[in-house]
């Protein structure tokens, strides 16, 4: 603890500059960023104490901490709640998203007078981490005055279990701070045992991602199928979450597909590269921010350019391609797809969803594409539809089940049931 309180503050120097970059390209500054150093807006007296916070870092935590916090207020209407968010793009969603009652925040930096003054300011009756980092001042200082922190839908993907065994010493003091872990795998019990966390301490609830009994579904929306309208009468692949490189890479596989390409990046601030190396392979791209129909709808394809709205965008696709698993490394989350009932491809490199991935492909629920060649015929296959793709699908969303209840269990654990 000490010496991470010394390298502390040459790290936030370090990083500072580009964190005032990232924030300028996501639209953060003006949405309340001094609450990272602990400076709030607002009288205190009208906080809500004795509240349970959820901590979530970026977007897809803040959207578990919203299926979380609906589930445990179906259980507990009178509990009262607060959502601490760690960037900007989580921020923004958990004020669209959230109730109006609850209180949405962002989380204080692990300076130890910032952590002070936040917990002074809203005296948490609990911390629930959403799959976020243990932050070691924040968790010295809750045990010091009594706050349960608990942390919720853990999992070490390969390359972390190797890191954290790696600096295990150092780490086991903090890990030992944790109140509960609630794990999405028994194997993953084992790792945080090795951790320091007490045997007696760890529950299996599953995975809150992967529940398809909790949280709302995949819908379709009036205004998204108007957008969609514009570009004809088409079959519709949608490549999501996407990471550099990858959009035009897609998109170039895809080229005789007959389908409207549309691509939801996972940084939405990304927009105007993902445009430009779009028209470098001759495309029109109509971008979802600055909506306008395309001049030449069978040459066009859509960048959808939002956050917190991928989840429904698939409701309206015919396939989805998974980002980040074909030049990026560790895959982003394919289980809206599956929860939308689409047939869903994706590249060799998902390794931050395993063991998921590795299921659905040995049950035929998923298509795995190695290059481009691939990848184009295995959306040819899923758009011809057929026996088979049905079996996919069928066969994802029973890999899928395993996890129901996941989010009902976690709620049970925190509340001490």
Not at 51 to 60: D, E, R
Not at 224 to 249: D, I, K, Q
Not at 287 to 312: H, K, W, Y
Request: with cysteine.
């Amino acid at each position: 603890m000490a010496l991470y309180r010394l390298l502390l503050p040459a790290l936030f120097v370090t990083a500072f500059p580009a964190w005032l970059v990232k924030m300028a390209r996501r639209g953060g500054f003006g949405s309340g960023l001094r609450e990272r150093a602990s400076f709030y807006r607002g009288p205190l007296e009208f906080e809500p104490a004795a509240a349970v916070h959820l901590h979530a870092v970026s977007v897809g935590e803040t959207m578990l901490a919203l299926k979380l916090l609906r589930e445990w207020r179906a259980a507990e209407p009178a509990r009262r709640f607060v959502l601490a968010t760690g960037t900007s793009t989580g921020h923004a969603v958990a004020r669209e998203h959230a109730p109006d009652d609850v209180r949405v925040v962002y989380q204080p930096l692990d300076f130890r007078w910032m952590v002070r003054r936040y917990l002074d300011r809203f005296e948490p009756a609990q911390i629930v981490l959403l799959e976020g980092e243990a932050w070691p001042n924040l968790l010295a200082l809750c045990r010091r005055r009594g706050i349960p922190v608990n942390l919720v839908n853990a999992r070490f993907s390969p390359r972390s279990r190797r890191r954290y065994r790696k600096f295990a010493a150092w780490v086991r003091p903090v890990f030992s701070l944790l109140d509960r872990v609630a794990v999405q795998e028994a194997e993953d019990a084992a790792a945080w045992r090795d951790l320091g966390v007490a045997a007696e301490n760890i529950a299996l609830t599953g995975s809150l991602k992967f529940d398809p009994g909790s949280g709302t579904l995949p819908r379709q929306r009036d205004e998204f199928a108007a957008m969609l309208a514009a570009f004809g009468r088409r079959p519709v692949v949608l490549a999501a979450s996407t990471h550099a490189g990858e959009e035009a890479w897609i998109a170039a596989a895809l080229a005789d597909s007959g389908a409207l390409f549309a691509v939801a990046p996972r940084h939405a601030e990304r927009r105007a590269e993902v445009k430009t190396e779009l028209e470098a392979l001759g495309r029109e791209v109509v971008l979802r921010s600055a909506f306008a129909p395309p001049q030449d709808a069978a040459n066009a394809c859509f960048v959808i350019d939002s956050t917190g709205e991928l989840r429904d965008w698939t409701a309206h696709a015919d396939v989805v391609v998974i980002g980040k698993s074909f030049l990026g490394e560790g895959g982003q989350n394919p289980c809206e797809a599956v929860l939308a009932g689409k047939p869903v491809v994706f590249g060799p490199h998902m390794q931050n969803f395993e063991p998921l991935a590795s299921l659905l492909a040995a049950t035929g629920g998923c298509v795995v594409a190695r290059d481009q060649n691939e990848l184009a015929a295995a959306v040819r296959t899923a758009l011809a539809g057929g026996p088979e793709v049905e079996h996919a699908v069928a066969a994802a969303g029973e890999t899928l089940a395993r996890h129901r209840g996941a989010t009902a269990r976690t709620v049970a654990l925190l509340r001490g049931k």
